[in-house]
Nanobody
Framework: QVQLMESGGGLAQPGGSLTLSCAAS????????MGWYRQAPGKERELVAR???????DYADSVKGRFTISRDNSGNSVYLQMNNLTPEDTAVYYC??????????????WGQGTQVTVSS
């Protein structure tokens, strides 16, 4: 089985920065893609950013130019650098991974979520 462990959430002031980290552990044969989603109160979960194993990156329009997703050399850890935060970025942020946990089968995995609050 695969586990995704997030860290780095917390409170930031408007205009501030936070960095989220996510590490995948367990039985990992290959990572197809990893990324971040967020869910604000009363709203649906939405994609923030993701990076695939070829290095292709997608960002939500609302975070382009402010957030940067990156990964480590193994591809099993992913990071989200969030700059120029606004109150609209307040949400629970979830790490997401599409990962081969056997040599032939991939599944979608989720972290437990980490709260990001942007407030003065």
């Amino acid at each position: 089985q695969v586990q995704l462990m997030e860290s780095g959430g917390g409170l930031a002031q408007p205009g501030g920065s936070l960095t989220l980290s996510c590490a995948a552990s367990g039985t990992i044969f290959a990572v197809i893609a990893m990324g971040w989603y967020r869910q604000a109160p009363g709203k649906e979960r939405e994609l923030v950013a993701r990076i695939n194993r070829g290095g292709g990156i997608d960002y939500a329009d609302s975070v382009k130019g402010r957030f940067t997703i990156s990964r480590d050399n193994s591809g099993n850890s992913v990071y989200l650098q969030m700059n120029n935060l606004t109150p609209e970025d307040t949400a629970v942020y979830y790490c997401n991974g599409h990962i081969y946990s056997t040599i032939t089968t991939w599944d979608e995995f989720w972290g437990q979520g980490t709260q990001v609050t942007v407030s003065s």
